[in-house]
């Protein structure tokens, strides 16, 4: 397994940005596809992005367009670009790790078997 840590959260006016980092320890960053989860109190985790060893992207469509989930497998990071942020993107927001193969893009929070602890975003209006 790999260890998670996120960072960058905090608290922001709509239509402002975050960057949300996501950094890595133990096997292999980049032997993993990765992506970022959402829970905002009184509802299901949901998917935001997810990236394949490839770096073959995917977005729920409440974020195409708005951000963007590069990795960098030298500094063993994964990212979470958030730009144009509205008051509905406040949730508590969570890394996590998944062995898929080389062009896959894991889908379902079951596809993944490692999570970091969360970083809280909060937008205001």
């Known amino acids: 397994q790999v260890l998670l840590v996120e960072s960058g959260g905090g608290l922001v006016q709509a239509g402002g940005s975050l960057r949300l980092s996501c950094a890595a320890s133990?096997?292999?960053?980049?032997?993993?596809?990765m992506g970022w989860f959402r829970q905002a109190p009184g509802k299901e985790r949901e998917l935001v992005a997810t990236i394949s060893r490839s770096s073959r992207t995917y977005y729920a469509d409440s974020v195409k367009g708005r951000f963007t989930i590069p990795r960098d497998n030298a500094k063993n990071t994964l990212y979470l670009q958030m730009n144009s942020l509205k008051p509905e993107d406040t949730a508590g927001y969570y890394c996590?790790?998944?062995?898929?193969?080389?062009?896959?893009?894991?889908?379902?929070?079951?596809?993944?078997?490692?999570w970091g602890q969360g970083t809280q975003v909060t937008v205001s209006s």
């Open positions: 133990g096997r292999s960053f980049s032997s993993y596809a």
């Open positions: 996590a790790a998944g062995s898929a193969c080389y062009y896959y893009n894991p889908l379902r929070s079951t596809d993944f078997n490692s």
